[in-house]
């Protein structure tokens, strides 16, 4: 099915509203939420409000829960989430940090103990739309692992997100490179199996440590992994995010120790960097356009129409989705459906939902 921007945002309003937020709260959240299916990132999509409703009714997710400065010094923040909507204490935390680097050329925040945060791309986007260089390292706290090591047979972390943005100059768009450090993100495997669809080679493994193109080896026993992109080097980077953003905040790497059902825990770093620190924002900007051009300028491989940079493909999405309308699998729509009756949404809501396709 396929379903406006407007109306998908309206249910998401009402369920988060029922489970327990504000509407205030509850349209913000449900507006990012959304917009992450508008790029063409439904692994971050409305899809993950069942999962958000399943962490409100087991105490997990605490509607209300704004951030709370646990230690401010300058331009250096420790911040914690309080197991609130990530949605709305990453952006009051980053608010904060924006507020710190115009101040100080730079700010380091270190957002612990958040519920899902949503993309990543968000906060890098956020900082970046304020004028700065973002950088950020996360990691994930739920209530099983699900990517396998490098060389290893089970899985052991998360997916681990990273993120750099880089400002829109004026003649080029944001730089947003935002991705897992698995090869696929485990939404996209929901949304494979949901949508009975294979997954593609090289990014799951069964028990037993060997390939295969199976969704459903994430969700029945005996469970899968998933692989860090790149091999080593994925791995590599997915073992910062746990560091970096985990370690660091307090809010802890993965153990199992902290495995807690119904949990969808991020801590997150963000480095935030004035790029006219030095007074050259102007040069920077300048040869930001010049590279960019120069890589866009090769000429298209077989099977690609132009050469895109991070940032490209989801602005691309956005416009074919707000004029044609955002697909829901059937699997997504039944969860959503459930989701709100678990939480009381009137039932002519949820029919129109149905019907808007």
């Not at 790497?253 to 963000?270: C, F, G, K, T």
């Not at 920077?284 to 991070?310: E, H, N």
């Not at 602005?315 to 699997?331: E, M, Q, T, V």
């Not at 997504?332 to 019907?355: C, Y």
């Amino acid at each position: 099915m396929k379903i406006s921007a407007e109306n998908l945002t309206a249910l998401a309003t009402s369920i988060l509203t029922h489970a327990g937020g504000t509407e205030d709260a509850a349209r913000r959240i449900a507006t990012r939420l959304v917009d992450a299916n508008l790029t063409g990132h439904d692994s971050h999509g409305v899809g993950m409000i069942p999962a958000y409703v399943e962490g409100v009714l087991a105490g997990q997710l605490i509607p209300d829960a704004d951030a709370e400065v646990v230690q401010d010094k300058g331009p250096f923040l420790l911040v914690d989430g309080q197991q609130g909507f990530g949605h709305i204490v990453a952006e009051q935390a980053m608010t904060l940090a924006i507020e710190r680097a115009k101040a100080s050329h730079f700010a380091v925040l270190s957002l612990r103990r958040s519920f899902h945060l949503g993309r990543l791309g968000d906060w890098g986007a956020m900082a970046a739309e304020a004028g700065f260089i973002c950088i950020l390292y996360a990691n994930v706290q739920s209530s099983r692992p699900i990517v396998a090591p490098f060389g290893g047979s089970d899985a052991r972390f998360v997916t681990n997100p990273y993120c750099t943005a880089i400002p829109a100059t004026d003649k080029h768009p944001m730089f947003l490179l935002d991705m897992a450090t698995s090869t696929i993100a485990m939404g996209k495997v929901r949304v494979a199996d949901l949508s009975g669809k294979q997954v593609p080679e090289g990014c799951v493994t069964d028990a037993a440590g060997n390939q295969t193109t199976d969704p459903s080896v994430m969700f029945n026993e005996p469970l899968g992994a998933l692989t860090t992109f790149g091999q080593h080097k994925g791995f590599g980077l997915a073992l910062l995010g746990d560091i970096l953003g985990g370690s660091f905040s307090g809010g802890g790497a993965y153990l199992p120790e902290r495995e807690v059902e119904a949990q969808i825990l991020n801590n997150m770093m963000a480095i935030l960097i004035d790029p006219d620190v030095f007074g050259t924002a102007d040069a920077f900007g300048m040869d930001v356009d010049a590279y960019t051009d120069w890589i866009k300028s090769s000429p298209p491989a077989p099977g690609f129409d132009a050469v895109q940079l991070p940032g490209d493909p989801e602005r691309s999405s956005a416009k074919d989705r707000r004029a044609n309308g955002i697909f829901l699998d059937d699997g997504t729509a039944a969860q959503l459906a459930e989701a709100a009756k678990s939480v009381d949404v009137p039932q002519h809501e949820i029919v129109v939902f149905r019907n808007s396709a």
